[in-house]
């Protein structure tokens, strides 16, 4: 039976071999899409699978600032030892901190990201250890516990490392006591090394204070714990414990690292997970636009198929047996779809990878995969095939071999209607598209108060601090440079904050947060950030260790005159020297914190160098590169643009932008080819009436306006009931932008117009066609 059905399906598809070939590339394109968002999806709920990512979390604390609370992604020193302490159901606490270290082997150096830490992390993450174990790695004060990476970069493959000396930063020795497995590229805390944290901490007496918030936390609790019971107690430690008492951590669980880690008001409100739930969606659209195709062209061969229709019922064949044979031809042509969109996969995936920079695998050797590509497949082919099987089965015998044609109104109401569902969806896109990319250009054109562009950042290391006055003016004299600074905080990035000072002209100033930037004198002409009263700092440090440069933000909070000569009192009292313009750091879309400046050199972790806009880029890397070389030859010459530091700011909008652009493109191609099939059946059949016309004198520009205008009405339809959907939905998607544009008109015109007229061109191709048609051969057999 099964077969029989298989067979007279087939027989029927090569019968109408162009509308098949429509609703198989309609419906791969469709499976495309949808399978190639499901990878990526899959990959970004499979970050962070480590075995106990149940009982892991991370400590971020709320502190309160002018009665809101704000997230910060760090804790005290000792709140790890005190949790393990005294919190029940805690199993292990750990304190981590991230640094870049340099590891030098003979002639191999290599510069990696790792983590000092305490013992108990290693079994927190449950790393694998190819050499040494997690018991004894951290006996030796000097152990270091590397990946295989490193192992394999600095001493060869297959070479036994345990128990080496590695030299980092060429003047501290490590003892390797293990070497664990790579860690996966989908996690949230990437590190290539394990270091003691007592290395780390043992010379910084801040480290084991309550009052400096620097360190990660993590934590694992026990099987049986209680959540809520260890939170509560928690969030208790901090206030306990030192004169915090407006801060708090909190457990944040390892299963929302990733795709939950936006705090408003101290709650959890997404993150990635939006992204991740807006791609689903588009893919189901883009499913249903396709499956929407399918049923209007197998609507529109009803009249093709009313007389095999009769003839089958007249020999006996029951309604549910034709429904059954015409869904078995909606499944072939699904099957037939999904191996076609498995060689678009194959040709495709490459290059969306390097789109979304991943490294996702089609992994047809996956169970999981297969079944979701079946899934997808059957859902598409009974969803797509029941409304025509249900309608093509409906005819009654004795009406359509009389040749008495039926009105079946109904069929062309909703076949008009989903091509108005098509072109509304298809428009959206177009609008979605649009505002997504200003959005983008808003934000990254936006002033940021310093000059991202000829602006270059380097990690400090060996001896850039001690000599920098030389380094720069070495720099200076190559010509490819103009300035060069020291700065202890990423310009892009928050940096040191605080709060508890207090300043002339200020109240209840103590709960203000303020950001402290500890540079270079030189800082302001290589970055551009502008002083617009008073000065910069003297190159001489001792002549303005008590000068401070602050933020206009920062002078407003000062009250009415001039900043200048007033004090601001930290430690100890500063007298304010000069007042810099605002500039953009940290989160992108909001506006930044007061800024406190202060000419101190020591803390300095980025040395940034401002090059000659008529100087080539590799001539003037070259030149830095040899000055670099000179003065720090032990370290290799490592830098990175500010202006692809800041770009690399806006990646999810970035990659919601291209994605969005491309599934817009797919939608309004799945839609033309929708639209091009039933302009084709619609000239067909008219065929005998545009003969006629022809005949009596009509031109070809009036055939395709005839022809032409039921479409565009309903594309026009499509326009109207689009509009109202799109605002609605951007502008949800804008209010979580703090720094967002307005939604003008014109984006709607211009959408309007663009959806008319890749339906005119679409359309007008068949009735340009059965214009020119010879109208003899439509009027022959009348």
């Not at 989908?186 to 009052?211: C, I, L, M, Q």
Request: charged share 20%; aromatic share 12%; glycine share 6%.
């Amino acid at each position: 039976m099964i077969l029989n059905y298989i067979k007279i399906a087939f027989r029927s598809l090569l019968k109408n071999k162009g509308y098949s070939f429509l609703n198989i590339f309609g419906l791969a394109i469709g499976i495309t899409c949808a399978s190639l968002i499901f990878l990526w999806v899959e990959d970004e709920m499979n970050f962070d699978t480590f075995e106990k990512q149940d009982q892991v979390y991370y400590l971020p604390t709320n502190q309160s600032y002018d009665g809101e609370w704000r997230t910060f992604y760090s804790t005290p020193g000792p709140l790890a030892q005190a949790i393990k302490d005294e919190v029940p159901g805690v199993l292990r606490a750990s304190r981590s901190m991230g640094e870049h270290l340099m590891f030098t082997v003979g002639d191999n150096a290599i510069n990696r990201l790792g983590r000092y830490a305490d013992a108990d992390f290693l079994d927190i993450f449950s790393l694998k250890f190819i050499e040494g174990n997690a018991t004894d790695a951290f006996k030796n004060p000097e152990a270091i516990v590397i990946t295989q990476e490193i192992a394999e970069l600095l001493y060869g493959t297959d070479t036994k490392v345990l128990g080496n000396v590695l030299k980092a930063n060429n003047q501290d020795n490590y003892v390797i006591t293990g070497v664990v497995e790579n860690l996966p590229k989908n996690v949230s805390f990437p590190f290539n090394w394990v270091a003691p944290f007592e290395r780390f901490g043992h010379d910084k007496e801040w480290t084991r204070e309550y009052g400096s918030f620097f360190s990660d936390t993590f934590v694992e609790l026990s099987p049986e714990a209680n959540f809520e019971t260890v939170d509560a107690r928690i969030r208790q430690l901090i206030p306990e414990k030192s004169e915090e008492s407006d801060s708090q951590a909190f457990l944040h669980s390892m299963n929302n690292w990733h795709l939950r880690s936006k705090f408003e008001d101290g709650k959890i409100v997404g993150g990635q997970i939006t992204y991740v739930r807006l791609f689903t969606i588009i893919a189901l659209i883009i499913l249903l636009i396709a499956c929407i195709n399918f049923m209007n062209l197998s609507t529109a061969r009803s009249e093709k198929r009313a007389n095999e229709v009769g003839v089958r019922k007249a020999m006996g064949s029951g309604r549910s047996r034709l429904m059954m044979q015409f869904i078995s031809e909606s499944l072939i042509m699904a099957f037939i779809a999904s191996f076609v969109s498995i060689l678009f996969l194959l040709i495709l995936l490459p290059q969306f990878n390097l789109l979304i920079d991943k490294n996702l695998t089609l992994g047809l050797t996956n169970p999981i995969h297969i079944m979701v590509i079946l899934s997808i497949t059957v859902l598409c082919g009974v969803f797509a095939g029941f409304y025509p099987a249900f309608y093509l089965s409906s005819f009654k015998p004795v009406e359509v071999l009389k040749g008495i044609k039926s009105t079946h109104g109904s069929a062309s109401f909703i076949r008009k209607g989903l091509v108005v569902g098509q072109f509304t969806i298809s428009t959206v896109f177009i609008i979605g598209t649009i505002l997504v990319y200003q959005q983008i250009q808003h934000v990254k054109n936006r002033e940021l108060g310093f000059e991202k562009d000829q602006l270059i950042s380097m990690k400090v290391n060996g001896k850039m601090i001690e000599k920098f006055p030389v380094i720069k003016q070495d720099l200076i004299n190559t010509g490819a440079v103009k300035d060069a600074a020291l700065c202890n905080s990423d310009i892009l990035s928050g940096g040191n904050n605080g709060s508890g000072l207090t300043w002339t002209g200020g109240t209840n100033t103590e709960d203000v947060l303020i950001s402290f930037r500890y540079i270079s004198s030189s800082f302001f002409n290589t970055t551009g950030v502008e002083i617009i009263e008073g000065r910069s700092f003297n190159e001489n440090i001792e002549k303005d260790s008590t000068s401070v440069i602050i933020t206009e933000s920062f002078a407003r909070l000062m009250g009415a005159g001039s900043a200048i000569g007033k004090q601001v009192t930290a430690d100890e009292p500063y007298t304010v020297v000069g007042v810099a313009k605002d500039f953009q750091y940290g989160d992108m879309y909001t506006t930044s914190d007061p800024v406190l400046f202060l000419n101190y050199l020591n803390q300095a972790r980025f040395f940034y160098i401002k090059t000659n806009s008529d100087v080539a880029t590799n001539e003037a890397l070259s030149k830095i590169e040899a000055v670099m070389k000179k003065y720090n030859p032990a370290f290799p010459f490592e830098y990175t643009f500010v202006d692809e530091n800041f770009n690399a700011k806006f990646q999810s909008e970035q990659l919601v932008g291209k994605l969005s652009q491309i599934f817009a493109l797919l939608a309004i191609l799945i839609s033309c080819l929708g639209l091009f099939g039933l302009a084709a059946y619609t000239a067909e059949q008219r065929s005998k009436e545009i003969g006629v016309r022809k005949v009596l004198g009509a031109s070809v520009t009036g055939i395709v306006k005839l022809l032409s205008k039921d479409f565009l009405k309903l594309v026009g339809l499509s326009i109207i009931i689009s509009i109202p959907i799109a605002w609605f939905v951007m502008r949800n998607w804008l209010q979580g932008f703090a720094y967002r544009i307005e939604i003008n008109w014109w984006i709607f015109i211009i959408a309007g117009i663009m959806a008319i007229l890749i339906a005119l061109v679409t359309v007008s191709f068949q009735a340009v066609k059965a214009a020119i048609a010879n109208p003899v051969k439509s009027l022959k057999t009348e």
